[in-house]
T-cell receptor
Framework: NAGVTQTPKFQVLKTGQSMTLQCAQD?????MSWYRQDPGMGLRLIHY???????DQGEVPNGYNVSRSTTEDFPLRLLSAAPSPTSVYFC????????????FGPGTRLTVL | AQSVTQLDSHVSVSEGTPVLLRCNYS??????LFWYVQHPNKGLQLLLK??????LVKGINGFEAEFKKSETSFHLTKPSAHMSDAAEYFC????????????FGTGTSLTVIP
């Protein structure tokens, strides 16, 4: 049982580049979500999904796309990177209908030059 | 609407002394509340959670928190700080009707002085 896995662990982009962050879970969780953490701030919700084929926007969705073709995978596409200090992107998963803990991945550290 | 306020951005304690990290929340309905810890360059680990059962919640590593509805607070405490407790701590609120959406506080950085 690997839990929530994320790739890559680190990434450096140039302004305007795009990339896809991968997230997978093997716990058969219906709910998956993406958060970003900026320096000195808490986590903010980007997008979430309550099951395959269903996605919705969170607090800060602009500049990102998501898809959920399977229960296990929830990739996040960054469309056009803007210069920023290192942000950390976390993927999380849990069962729907249970306000319970969310299981977080180890994070992807992204710097845009 | 839900929100979380962590009242201190930095807390510094001596090893062996008590820890108090303060959290106030705003919620329209019955909230669920969590404390997560993040060690440097690591992911998030659940310390403890309150989900409408006992108001005093015990977590891992000797941490506990008390849900006080009248004060809308969920402060995190530990009787004796250890060097390994140095980390960033996040208070989180979620409530029924918002599905699984979590709302994070801005975090409290705990420093433990030897």
């Amino acid at each position: 049982n690997a839990g929530v896995t994320q790739t890559p662990k680190f990434q450096v982009l140039k302004t305007g580049q795009s990339m896809t962050l991968q997230c997978a879970q093997d716990m058969n969780h219906e709910y998956m979500s993406w958060y970003r953490q900026d320096p000195g701030m808490g986590l903010r919700l980007i997008h979430y999904s309550v099951g395959a084929g269903i996605t919705d926007q969170g607090e800060v969705p602009n500049g990102y796309n998501v898809s959920r073709s399977t229960t296990e995978d929830f990739p996040l596409r960054l469309l056009s990177a803007a210069p920023s200090p290192t942000s950390v992107y976390f993927c999380a998963s849990s069962y729907v209908g249970r306000v319970n803990e969310q299981f977080f991945g180890p994070g992807t550290r992204l710097t845009v030059l | 609407a839900q929100s979380v306020t962590q009242l201190d951005s930095h807390v510094s304690v001596s090893e062996g002394t008590p820890v108090l990290l303060r959290c106030n929340y705003s919620s329209s309905y019955s909230p669920s509340l969590f404390w997560y810890v993040q060690h440097p360059n690591k992911g998030l680990q659940l310390l403890l959670k309150y989900t409408s059962a006992a108001t005093l919640v015990k977590g891992i590593n000797g941490f506990e928190a008390e849900f006080k509805k009248s004060e809308t607070s969920f402060h995190l405490t530990k009787p004796s700080a250890h060097m390994s407790d140095a980390a960033e701590y996040f208070c989180v609120v979620s409530e029924r009707g918002t599905g699984n959406q979590f709302y994070f506080g801005t975090g409290t950085s705990l420093t433990v002085i030897p």
